[in-house]
C-alpha cells in the first residue's frame, strides 16, 4: 500500500519554519480528504492544514510545540486502495518510492537520531544538523552540550562544522598539567539566558501562564530595545481639516464605497508620501550595512480582542489612494479581530503606525517592530485653543490637535533625519484639502 507524507507547508514568502500547536488526529485514525490534520503557528498567525488525501494515519513524526523547517515531513498517511509502490508529496506532487522511504524512516541511522532528538530533548535541531551529528556518530547527550550561536541558542551548521573539527582535540582529563580554564572547551556552556527578576508571589496572587503569543511579543520587544538604541521624537499636528472633511463625507463615502472611513488611511497617505521623501526612514540594518526598501509597505497595529497585538501590514501603500487604503485597512483589521489573518498580511513590513488616540492616550514613545528602524504613534484628537495666523493679525480659535511621536533606531536615523521626518507627516496632514472629492 502506497504511502502519502505531509509536509510542514510554506506559509509565507519570509517564513521558513512553523511550530505545532495542535494535532487534531493520532496515529491509526481514518482522515477524509480536506480532513484537519493540525494546527501550525508561523509568527503570530496560526493555520489548520487539512490533508489532501483519504486514508489512515501511519505516524506522526513531531509533537506539539516542536519548531519543524518548512518542507519537513511532519505525518506519513497510508493512502486508500492503492497498490502502486509510489509516494506523492503533498508540498511538491513528485513520487518517490514507496520502498526508500519505508527505509529511511526506519532503518537510517540519521532518522533514528532525528526521532530521538525530537521525543527526547526540547531543543529544536535543524535536519542538517541532525544529519551531521549522525554521520560523525554524535548521539544525543553530546549534541545537547554544543553551545549553538543561531537564534534562541540553536546549533548551526557552522557550530557543527566548528565543533565537529575541534572534536577529541581537548581532553582534560588526559592532560590536567596542562590544561587552562581559557583553553578547556571540551563541555561547551549552555545559551546565556535572559537575566530574570525575582518576583515574590504572596497567597492571594494569582499566576497566569503567557500564551504563545504574548510570549512572542515579549520576546520581540525585548530584543528590539536589545538591539536598536530608541530615540522619540514629538510634534504637534493641527488636523481640523481632516477632521471636518471626515465628518463630511463619511456617510457619502460608505454610500458610494461600501466602506467606513477613519481617520487611520488619512494618516497612512501622509506616512507614505513622507517615507518616499525620507527613504532613509524605509529600511533595516544588518550588521554593518544598511539595506534601502524599496517598497512601502506600512503595518498597523492591531488590538485583538484576547489583549494581544498583532501587525498587518498593507502593501504597496504608497500607489494607492483613499479609497484603496480603506479597503485595505478595514480588511485586514477585521481578518486580525477574526484571527483569519494568514501569515503573507503580517510579512514584509517596513514601517509600522500605532494608535494611542484609540485608547484616550494622547502620546506614546513606541517600540521599533524589528527590523524596521522607527515606529509612529498618533495621539487623540483633542479640541484645544491655538493662535491662529491671518492677514488682519492673530486670533485665538478651536482647532482640533494631536500628537505624532516617532521611536527611531538612532543606528542610522540621526535627529535630523527623525525630526524632518515626522515634521514631514504633520505638514502632509496639515495641508489636507478640505475640499478633497471622493
Do not use: C
Not at 266 to 277: G, M, S, Y
Not at 330 to 349: E, F, M, T, Y
Amino acid at each position: 500500500m502506497s504511502t502519502f507524507e505531509i509536509l510542514m507547508p510554506k506559509m509565507g514568502e519570509s517564513v521558513e519554519e512553523a511550530t505545532i500547536t495542535k494535532w487534531f488526529v493520532s496515529e491509526g485514525d481514518t482522515v477524509q480528504e480536506d480532513d484537519v490534520l493540525l494546527e501550525i503557528a508561523t509568527d503570530k498567525v496560526d493555520s489548520e492544514i487539512p490533508s489532501p488525501v483519504a486514508g489512515t494515519i501511519k505516524s506522526i513524526m513531531y509533537k506539539v510545540d516542536d519548531v519543524v523547517p518548512v518542507g519537513e515531513p511532519v505525518a506519513v498517511i497510508l493512502l486508500e486502495g492503492a497498490e502502486d509502490t509510489d509516494t506523492p508529496s503533498a508540498e511538491t506532487g513528485k513520487k518517490e518510492e514507496s520502498a526508500p522511504v519505508e527505509s529511511s524512516t526506519q532503518e537510517s541511522p540519521q532518522n533514528t537520531v532525528s526521532s530521538d532528538i525530537n521525543k527526547s530533548s526540547d531543543r529544536f535541531y535543524s535536519p542538517l544538523v541532525r544529519s551531521m551529528a549522525s554521520a560523525e556518530g554524535i548521539g544525543l547527550d553530546e549534541l545537547e552540550k554544543i553551545t549553538g550561536t543561531g537564534k534562541d541558542g540553536r546549533v548551526t551548521k557552522s557550530d557543527m562544522t566548528d565543533y565537529i573539527a575541534n572534536r577529541g582535540k581537548s581532553a582534560p582529563t588526559a592532560q590536567p598539567e596542562s590544561a587552562k580554564p581559557a583553553a578547556a572547551p571540551s563541555a561547551p556552556a549552555a545559551p546565556k539566558e535572559q537575566p530574570k527578576v525575582h518576583v515574590s508571589v504572596s497567597a492571594n496572587d494569582e499566576i497566569v501562564e503567557m500564551d504563545r503569543m504574548r510570549k512572542l511579543i515579549a520576546e520581540h520587544m525585548v530584543m528590539s530595545k536589545q538591539v536598536s538604541p530608541h530615540v522619540t521624537s514629538v510634534v504637534e499636528a493641527d488636523v481640523t481639516n481632516v477632521v471636518l472633511w471626515r465628518n463630511k463625507v463619511k456617510d457619502q463615502f460608505q454610500k458610494k464605497y461600501g466602506e467606513k472611513i477613519t481617520f487611520m488611511p488619512i494618516f497612512t497617505e501622509a506616512v507614505a508620501k513622507a517615507l518616499r521623501d525620507f527613504p532613509g526612514v524605509n529600511a533595516s540594518v544588518d550588521g554593518d550595512k544598511i539595506i534601502m526598501r524599496k517598497n512601502v509597505n506600512i503595518g498597523m497595529a492591531v488590538a485583538l480582542p484576547s489583549g494581544n497585538l498583532i501587525v498587518p501590514v498593507i502593501k504597496q501603500a504608497d500607489q494607492k489612494n483613499l479609497v484603496g487604503l480603506t479597503g485595505d485597512i478595514n480588511r485586514l483589521a477585521g481578518l486580525a479581530r477574526d484571527n483569519k489573518l494568514s501569515p503573507d498580511d503580517i510579512q514584509g513590513g517596513t514601517f509600522t503606525i500605532t494608535n494611542f488616540g484609540s485608547f484616550k492616550n494622547i502620546i506614546g514613545t513606541p517600540i521599533i517592530n524589528q527590523p524596521q528602524v522607527a515606529i509612529l504613534a498618533i495621539g487623540a484628537i483633542e479640541k484645544k485653543p491655538a493662535v491662529i495666523e491671518t492677514p488682519t493679525g492673530d486670533v485665538i480659535g478651536i482647532r482640533h490637535k494631536m500628537f505624532l511621536s516617532l521611536s527611531y533606531d538612532h543606528r542610522i536615523v540621526d535627529g535630523m533625519l527623525g525630526g524632518n521626518f515626522l515634521r514631514r507627516i504633520a505638514d502632509y496632514i496639515e495641508a489636507f484639502d478640505i475640499n478633497s472629492e471622493i
